[in-house]
């Protein structure tokens, strides 16, 4: 780790080390219904950045939103390697949370999700890259 | 936040219970700390929303519990699932989710549940008790549970509702404490349409209403008709929970937890009041419908939720005249089946071309074999979701309606 590295306290949902430029999601996404578990693409016509794809992205979501059946479209989504590498929240959802631990228990496939502070938030999605490691019961994000 | 384990939380986890009620406990803590609960309670009953099949990864989670040996700790009821195990010859979709879905089925019996493949688990043996603390999926068997019946769950789904099933424990939070069941929204129905002697349109047109203007808060209702049956607090419930994320309502007069408006609040205020006129339930109902007056029908569906028995008593009579020109399907489950074939109906039902689907329902799987034309239902559900879910054009209708609808072939309002 360089020795400029920014770290940011974060609250640890489900364990998981990930490195990868973020995907900043301007609306709350239903993966059900809103995102393609086969290519990883946001397919809610609704949504601004339909047709974007969100495959080994560092996602940061201010909510979650929708079905609960999002945890299997989740799950399914990082089963194939579709999946976002990890997820950034800015309050507690536990159907990310199922979906993410659902994959790593089922098919050890880790794809950590951390809730951020509201004050880290403005910085955290300006960044370029992401760093999240997330083990124990701690978190960080890592900017570089 | 520290999570509060009892020393049975800590034998799950550390496997004293098999390795598959730890994986379950495992997921179970993730999800208490993701929705902020303390500790976990005992439940005494589960229901499962886990046999429609959306992937691979539905067969996976379960079979992995069934290859560690798993069994469910309380009586778990089964939801509606991708195939009618009782007539297979019905399905007429992909052979993957057939084939997928029956041995999805399969893998939850498997583990110890009932196969009830019911979306009413409310209508079998297993309807829980006044007060229970139960986890349940399934929208409208989660508001019914909470609002008619005044059992206790939270909006369960995906993966955990069965490790709930599988650790009899479910996180203290949410609808399971008493001072989160009060109600929020006030809704006053201040006149019915006086043309409309069935309970059943105005339950829908009301649920519809909140579902949209309440999202997940509670409404207290006032005023719904006198005589409503359970079955209209079914499809009240039923399409609230579709339109929106109602967990539970309370009807004053008419549930459990609601004997005056000042019970349902719990003496608090209301944050909102909704007003509604017999033209807006007019409206409302009109809404639902995706086609007019006189459009071609290639068939009718019932039972969205699961038609009850009772509901049956109320069709036979519409059954003596001409015979039905268009196909009837009557989704309901196994336990109503056994009524229906002790007093005969189910062979009366058939012979007026009637087809009983068991196990799971018209509007998640391929089941009709017309859909070129319009399909007319008395479910506000149905009407909801069966034009995205299916691609079918929609009307709705009374139970009277959509009989009358079938002897003519095309849509009649009576």
Redesign the interface.
């Known amino acids: 780790m360089s020795g400029d590295a920014k770290k940011h306290i974060a609250t640890l949902l489900a364990p998981g080390f990930a490195e990868a430029s973020p995907f900043v999601l301007a609306e709350p996404l239903s993966f059900w219904g809103g995102l393609d578990s086969a290519t990883g693409r946001i397919i809610d016509r609704w949504h601004p950045q339909k047709d974007a794809i969100i495959t080994g992205r560092i996602l940061l979501m201010t909510a979650g939103r929708g079905s609960s059946s999002g945890s299997s479209v989740l799950a399914e989504a990082i089963r194939l390697g579709k999946g976002p590498a990890g997820i950034v929240l800015l309050s507690r959802d536990a159907i990310v949370t199922v979906g993410a631990m659902v994959a790593a228990e089922l098919y050890g496939i880790a794809c950590p999700v951390v809730m951020a502070r509201e004050e880290d938030w403005a910085e955290i999605s300006s960044a370029s890259r992401l760093t999240l490691q997330a083990s124990g019961d701690a978190a960080f994000i890592l900017l570089p | 936040m520290a999570l509060d384990l009892s020393d049975f939380d800590k034998a799950l986890l550390a496997g004293m219970q098999g390795e598959a009620a730890a ?1 379950c406990m ?2 179970l803590v ?2 208490a ?4 609960a303390e500790r976990f309670i005992d439940i005494e009953a589960a229901h499962i929303d886990g046999c429609l099949y ?5 067969l ?2 379960v079979e ?1 519990l069934v290859r560690h040996k798993g069994r469910v700790r309380v009586p778990t009821t089964l939801n509606v699932g991708s195939v009618d195990l009782i007539h297979p010859e019905l399905f007429i979709g992909e052979a993957q989710i057939g084939t997928g879905g029956a041995r999805l089925m399969r893998a939850h019996e498997d583990l110890g549940c009932f196969s009830t493949f019911t979306c009413a688990p409310y209508q079998t043996l297993f309807r829980p008790r006044f007060g229970a603390q139960i986890a349940w ?1 399934e929208s409208n068997a989660i508001v019914f549970a909470n609002s008619v019946i005044g059992a206790r769950t939270n ?6 509702d069965l490790c709930c099933a599988m650790t009899g424990r479910a996180p203290l939070y949410g609808l399971h404490l008493a001072e989160n069941r009060r109600a929020q929204v006030l809704v006053e129905i201040e006149s019915l349409p006086e043309e409309w002697q069935d309970a059943g349109p105005v339950c829908v047109a009301v649920g519809h209403t909140i579902g949209k203007r309440c999202g997940s808060l509670i409404p207290a209702i006032v005023g719904l008709p006198g005589h409503a049956q359970e079955d209209d607090l079914k499809a009240l419930g039923a399409v609230a929970a579709s339109s929106g994320a109602v967990a539970l309502f309370h009807a004053v007069g008419l549930t459990p937890e609601a004997p005056t408006v000042e019970a349902a609040f719990q003496g608090q205020a209301p944050v909102e009041t909704i007003r509604l006129t017999a033209d807006d339930l007019r409206r409302t109902v009109r809404d639902l419908s995706t086609v007019p007056d006189g459009t071609p029908l290639t068939g009718v569906s019932f039972g969205t939720p699961h038609f009850s028995f009772q509901e049956f008593t109320r069709l036979m009579p519409l059954l003596e005249g001409a015979r039905p020109i268009v196909d009837i399907y009557i989704n309901t489950h196994r336990g109503v089946l056994d009524q229906l074939a002790a007093c005969g109906w189910d062979r009366v039902l058939t012979a007026a071309g009637i087809t009983l689907v068991i196990d799971t329902c018209t509007y998640v799987t391929a089941i009709m074999r017309d859909m070129s034309g319009a399909i007319m239902t008395n479910s506000g559900k149905m009407a909801y979701y069966a034009p995205g879910n299916i691609g079918v054009e929609i009307a709705f209708g009374s139970l009277a309606d959509c009989m009358a609808s079938a002897r003519a072939g095309k849509v009649v309002w009576l």
């Open positions: 994986f495992r997921l993730r999800f700390d993701a929705v902020g959306l992937g691979q990864v539905s996976d989670f992995h999926a909006r369960y789904g995906d993966f955990i």
